[in-house]
């Protein structure tokens, strides 16, 4: 059998390369934004990438899977229009082959879903459960975006984003969960939603989707879910807060400052404590939540505090790209004003002492739109100095947005330039962020070359 994906460099879709390939299926591609770390992935399993053409459909695949970055124009799409071929949206594929008749644990929310499903995929895995997993990022405890599994259950991101120019319902409406986490709720992906009453419909037919014996892992301190909730449920609810509050399920008790390590309750009763290499109070959230998550299917608070002890983040979240005379560069996928600030807060706890640097690509299209303006810039009020690129598709002013109780900000629209004032302003102990949901055109490796030029002298590390 022989399947082609349209848009394979996505994450999702670069996933659903991969569950194919295990599955012994013939797999090409084709994209248009091919960079790391989904290229690199798919070039080591030997699967063929290639730009967008109708050439590329002239052997005729037995279907052909279409990403919801496609849509009506693109030259592939209209040619299997065209020809009358079999084709399918990813979720759909992904729901008829691999989820049916296990137990799906699904993370739904705004923010953290990736880093969250790694953590329950891998507490899952060191309990000797085999999952299998789809995740929107590589786990750097597995080194794959997904895999099959050799269990009954599999963890996938669960997101709200819509599934084919074909089918307009939300990714998530397909996958059936039986174990849910809903971690956050706020208005994202302007592009398809009107507003958040439109995302938070969508959540409720999320739930509508999930059975009786099911249960829903639920953030208490996010009112607009309590909104969802309030809609209709017919499943077992379980809370989470990092707060002592004893009307929750799931409590983190004394922690550190920058979240680092933490007492876990359930019931308001100790379960352990998490020490890990992870920082800020989203990821203690998320963490809380996927401890929650497994205790659905029967793994025990401490277990689970084990396995995260020895949890390895996603890459390109927080993931320290290399270190050039004590300047750290760190990568981070940002795409809305609150995970900037919560990934800002986390990393001034950690570094109270020294300068960070923050350097920003507006790329989601909910950015571009300007939906977000407003916030942006206060979401960037911990970092000491802010650099933004921004390309001719930015529909706003940043430079308009700045206000005097703004940090240093400097716009602009020419990468190299960029990094030559990031360096220049860099001095040893800087913590240099860089934020983009794509792939900035390399300015990780730039930014450590030209510090390198800048630092000749020290040894210099990557990772």
Request: include cysteine; charge should be negative.
């Amino acid at each position: 059998m022989h399947i082609h994906i349209l848009g394979i460099c996505g994450t999702f879709m670069g996933g659903i390369a991969v569950l194919a390939r295990d599955m012994g299926i013939t797999v090409t591609g084709s994209d248009s934004n091919i960079y790391p770390p989904m290229s690199t992935q798919l070039e080591e399993l030997g699967i063929k990438i290639s730009h967008y053409d109708a050439a590329n459909l002239e052997t005729e695949p037995d279907i052909v899977v279409i990403g919801n970055a496609l849509s009506r124009g693109n030259p592939e799409v209209e040619a299997v229009l065209e020809r009358d071929m079999n084709y399918i949206s990813g979720p759909q594929w992904l729901a008829e082959h691999f989820l049916r008749g296990r137990h799906v644990l699904a993370v739904a929310g705004t923010h953290g879903k990736t880093t969250t499903s790694s953590m329950l995929a891998w507490i899952l895995e060191d309990a000797g459960l085999e999952p299998g997993f789809l995740i929107g990022g590589i786990p750097q405890n597995f080194g794959i975006s997904a895999r099959a599994g050799g269990g009954k259950y599999f963890v996938i991101e669960a997101d709200e984003y819509d599934t084919a120019f074909f089918d307009k319902r939300s990714k998530f409406i397909h996958y059936h969960p039986k174990t849910l986490i809903l971690n956050n709720l706020e208005f994202d992906h302007a592009d398809i939603f009107d507003d958040l009453d439109a995302i938070k419909q969508q959540f409720h037919f999320l739930i509508r989707t999930v059975p009786g014996s099911g249960q829903l892992v639920i953030n208490a301190e996010d009112s607009s879910l309590q909104d969802v909730i309030n809609k209709g449920c017919w499943s077992e609810k379980t809370y989470f807060s990092l707060s002592d509050r004893t009307d929750c399920d799931w409590q983190i008790g004394k922690s550190a400052a920058d979240y680092s390590n933490f007492a876990v309750l359930h019931n308001s009763l100790p379960g352990g404590t998490l020490e890990w290499d992870l920082m800020g109070a989203h990821n203690a959230a998320n963490g809380l939540s996927a401890i929650a998550a497994a205790a659905h299917v029967g793994i025990p608070p401490g277990k689970a505090i084990e396995a995260l002890n020895r949890f390895n983040n996603v890459k390109r979240r927080m993931e320290i790209r290399g270190t050039v005379n004590k300047v750290t560069v760190y990568d981070d996928f940002a795409h809305h004003p609150t995970a900037i600030a919560t990934t800002l807060e986390g990393l001034r706890k950690h570094c109270t002492n020294e300068r960070i640097l923050a350097v920003l690509e507006p790329r989601s299209n909910t950015m571009k739109m300007g939906v977000h303006k407003d916030t942006l810039i206060d979401s960037l009020q911990l970092a000491d100095s802010v650099f933004i690129y921004q390309p001719e598709d930015v529909e706003w002013s940043i430079a308009k947005q700045k206000s005097s109780s703004s940090p240093e900000l400097a716009i602009h629209t020419d990468i190299d330039m960029l990094v030559d004032e990031v360096v220049s302003m860099s001095r040893p102990g800087d913590n240099i962020l860089v934020m983009s949901n794509g792939g900035f055109a390399g300015i990780h490796e730039k930014l450590l070359l030209a510090l390198k030029h800048k630092h000749p002298l020290p040894e210099t590390s990557n990772n």
